[in-house]
């Protein structure tokens, strides 16, 4: 069992930046895929980025690409999603996911954090 704990939300001011991580536990962490996902208001969650075992291959959604990074480092057993110009509607709950396996996903996964709110004001 993979236990997921999200940190780093907060309320920003819209251009500002933040560092949201999740910390794992529970199984070799270079041995999961990790993945970043949101839920704003009254709408899906929503892929944001993921990250390969080794931390070797990242991909993004599309529209988030740029403005958001994703990173690991497998020798703390964190994730994390650096996210640069914020804008109001990033304003959401923040999901870390983990998946078995050393490649990356957009899907699937098996493993949820209780996530952390990031709110932007304009």
């Known amino acids: 069992q993979v236990q997921l704990v999200e940190s780093g939300g907060g309320l920003v001011q819209a251009g500002g930046s933040l560092r949201i991580s999740c910390a794992a536990s529970?199984?070799?962490?270079?041995?999961?895929?990790m993945g970043w996902f949101r839920q704003a208001p009254g709408k899906e969650r929503e892929f944001l980025a993921a990250?390969?075992?080794?931390?070797?291959?990242?991909y993004y959604l599309e529209a988030v690409r740029g403005r958001f990074t994703i990173s690991r480092n497998n020798a703390e057993n964190t994730v994390h999603l650096q996210i640069n110009s914020l804008k109001p509607e990033d304003t959401a709950v923040y999901y870390c996911?983990?998946?078995?396996?050393?490649?990356?996903?957009?899907?699937?996964?098996?493993?949820w954090g209780q996530g952390t709110l990031v709110t932007v004001s304009s």
């Open positions: 990250i390969s075992g080794s931390g070797g291959i990242r």
């Open positions: 529970g199984r070799t962490f270079s041995g999961l895929a």
């Open positions: 996911a983990a998946k078995i396996g050393t490649s990356y996903y957009l899907n699937g996964y098996d493993y």
